[in-house]
């Protein structure tokens, strides 16, 4: 079948581009100390978690418990939660799947981590723990290094926990349109890094593991090498965000859509929010022979997409290819992803994980 003769929306991706993409991550991590833990809610597909893992990564990075239960579930022997666990029964949920993997979860709280403890020793689990590092992002982690080592020095003493290391996201950093700036910004993070590590050396603890990075600044940690673990998930698809930082990866992710109604000045397709993440950056449009359609203004609804002033006439019924804003939440709308190559569709992926939040 060719790809003009899906059923839109369709969520799909060239097969080629992607495959460039997993040379050119090889390639940015070739001769480096550090491997890389994909983001899973990137694709969101366990086939896709093998495909990494046979390319060499290290195992799965997610955000959620749910994923990772499905990474387990799919096989996957090596699987970090890079966030805090706190409700009791995810705690006991966590300790139970460490029965089936080796798991890391992060801790950025005495209590939590006691709690984490507990849910270990009760399954009878060893979870490895990541004591978050805060870097800038305003998200999770203890923010002070002192305050830091007290609490690895209390996982590294608690019953059932193995403390692995540190997690240090400076997601803020991603996505900085200056390389120059995000070059700046990456080495002052990693010199809050190395202060930390010498405080643990000082309390005789060592961080075997120190975890982070994303698509936006993969290129600048495996050149540093500080870094034991790379996170990037949006490498593969990338995103029209992503698409401004000139990386060395390119978009193979689409929303095929089709031209439902036309006037004057306006053209709307057949997907909107429901199946388009507009989360980040406008979509942008491309005719299914490659040309970029610019527009005055793209506006998403929730079913529709509105393109006003295309540069060029739409015909009704016709294909568009529109490259999402932020390829992780586009993603999580759909079941399924089509891989295509030379515009015939050659095999379906499932999203597994696809609604997996909790
Ligand atoms: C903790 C963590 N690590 C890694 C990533 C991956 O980032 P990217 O998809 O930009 O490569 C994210 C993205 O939000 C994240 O939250």
């Not at 593969?236 to 990866?249: A, E, G, I, K, N």
């Amino acid at each position: 079948m060719k790809l003009s003769q899906l059923q839109t929306p369709a969520l799909v991706v060239n097969a080629d581009v992607l495959e460039k993409n997993e040379r050119a991550m090889a390639a940015l991590l070739a001769g480096s100390t550090a491997r890389l833990r994909p983001h899973y809610k990137s694709h969101k597909c366990a086939a896709i978690a093998h495909r990494q893992i046979a390319a060499g990564a290290v195992g799965m990075t997610c955000a959620k418990l749910e994923e990772a239960e499905d990474l387990v579930d799919s096989g996957v022997a090596d699987v970090l939660i890079a966030n805090q666990i706190v409700d009791p029964r995810k705690l006991r949920r966590a300790a139970e799947l460490a029965l089936l993997c080796r798991l890391t979860v992060c801790v950025d709280d005495a209590e939590n981590a006691r709690a984490l403890s507990q849910a270990a020793v009760q399954a009878g689990a060893t979870v490895h723990v990541l004591v978050e590092y805060e870097i800038g992002m305003e998200r999770c982690g203890v923010a002070d290094a002192d305050d830091y080592v007290a609490l690895a020095k209390l996982v590294d003493s608690l019953p059932g926990l193995h403390y692995d290391g540190i997690q240090a996201y400076a997601g803020h950093v991603s996505h900085m349109p200056s390389a120059q700036e995000r070059l700046a910004l990456t080495a002052q993070n990693e010199q809050a890094v190395r202060s930390l590590l010498e405080k643990l050396a000082q309390a005789g603890l060592t961080a075997q593991t120190i975890s982070g990075g994303s698509t936006g600044t993969a290129a600048i940690k495996a050149r540093h090498g500080l870094y034991t673990e790379l996170q990037a998930g949006s490498y593969l698809f990338m995103d029209s965000t992503y698409r401004q930082l000139h990386l060395p990866f390119e978009n193979s992710l689409f929303l095929l859509t089709t031209v439902v109604s036309r006037r004057d000045g306006l053209a709307i397709m057949d997907a909107g929010v429901k199946s388009l993440g507009v989360d980040q950056d406008d979509p942008v449009l491309f005719t299914l022979g490659g040309a970029e359609i610019h527009c005055a203004r793209v506006e998403a609804n929730e079913e529709h997409l509105k393109l006003f002033a295309p540069d060029r006439a739409l015909a009704l019924g016709e294909k568009v290819l529109v490259m999402p804003g932020h390829c992780c939440s586009t993603v999580n709308l759909h079941e399924r992803i089509y891989l295509y190559r030379s515009g015939e569709i050659v095999d379906r992926l499932q999203v597994t994980a696809r609604g997996k939040s909790r």
